[in-house]
């Protein structure tokens, strides 16, 4: 399920208003801690177009998560989320 799947869906709004910040700092934090390794950020649903920067990220998360490793149905459906397509082709 999504609850245990290791992604988080928080609002980063409703973070900010728990913190008593705004959501830029917010999202500044979630940056630093992808940038230092702590996090990944999940790319877009299948089928919505990348800015450049998702890009680095999706690039980023393959490297760390992927790289020199066969793809399993488990890292699929972490990729891509349980909600798309991409992974049919393994479920099989």
Do not use: F
């Amino acid at each position: 399920s999504e609850k245990n799947s290791g992604w988080c869906r928080r609002s980063q709004v409703k973070m900010a208003a728990e913190l008593g910040c705004g959501r830029s700092s917010v999202q500044r934090a979630v940056d630093n801690l992808v940038t230092a390794g702590y996090l990944m950020k999940r790319p877009p649903p299948w089928g919505v177009p990348l800015y450049p920067d998702e890009i680095e990220a999706v690039v980023g998360w393959v490297q760390l998560a992927l790289q020199g490793k066969e793809m399993s149905l488990e890292h699929c459906l972490r990729y891509y989320g349980p909600e798309s397509r991409g992974c049919d082709r393994l479920k099989k």
